[in-house]
């Protein structure tokens, strides 16, 4: 499968169109590598399933995409699994780099 076009949602939450050359040059600027297993996660696993759709459509091997299912609302329901609280790192993401 290949999109020329995909939507995907902005940081004010709206969806709007995008060429799929747009969006596969925002992903490699964030770091992330088609050819590298990729994890997504959200608060239940249903909402990340539109990245894992988008980079589907944009060419990604549906073997290397991965959702958390559950994501955030199982782990935080499991005792065992540690949860860290407040921000330990403070060094800014690739994107909010200037």
Known sequence: MQADYVL????????????AGDVQKAMEKLGFDPQKQQYFYCQSGVRCTNWISTLYALGWPMDKLHNYDGSWIAWSKDEKLPIEKGCPDTTPAPWQKK
């Not at 995907?8 to 060429?19: A, G, I």
Request: cysteine-free.
């Open 8 to 19: 995907v949602k902005t940081k004010e939450n709206h969806s709007e169109w995008q060429s």
